[in-house]
Nanobody
Framework: QVQLVESGGGSVQPGGSLRLSCAASGFTFSAYPMNWYRQAPGKERELVARITNTGSSTNYADSVKGRFTISRGNAKNTVYLEMNSLKPEDTAVYYC?????????WGKGTQVTVSS
């Protein structure tokens, strides 16, 4: 079965950095685009970044462009989100998602808190 497990979240001061990881199993990882989403308290879940199956193309939400970088290691079945210049408004639970055969699969998320 498809499993996605996020890690790397934590608490950081504004301007700091974190690197999130999402370990995938149960499907052919290299065949699927991968996505990072986030959900802040009281807000809807939003797409943060997306990467194609080969990693040749990426897309970002305007709010994170120039600060976040999505990448993947197909040999390790892992997708990453490098987050720099973090702001308090980046505080959220971060999730990875894959869509396979029309079904969305989500991890349980990892909390990122940006506060002084």
């Amino acid at each position: 079965q498809v499993q996605l497990v996020e890690s790397g979240g934590g608490s950081v001061q504004p301007g700091g950095s974190l690197r999130l990881s999402c370990a995938a199993s149960g499907f052919t990882f290299s065949a699927y685009p991968m996505n990072w989403y986030r959900q802040a308290p009281g807000k809807e879940r939003e797409l943060v970044a997306r990467i194609t199956n080969t990693g040749s193309s990426t897309n970002y939400a305007d709010s994170v462009k120039g600060r976040f970088t999505i990448s993947r290691g197909n040999a390790k079945n892992t997708v990453y989100l490098e987050m720099n210049s973090l702001k308090p408004e980046d505080t959220a639970v971060y999730y990875c998602k894959v869509t396979r055969a029309g079904t969305n699969y989500w991890g349980k998320g990892t909390q990122v808190t940006v506060s002084s």
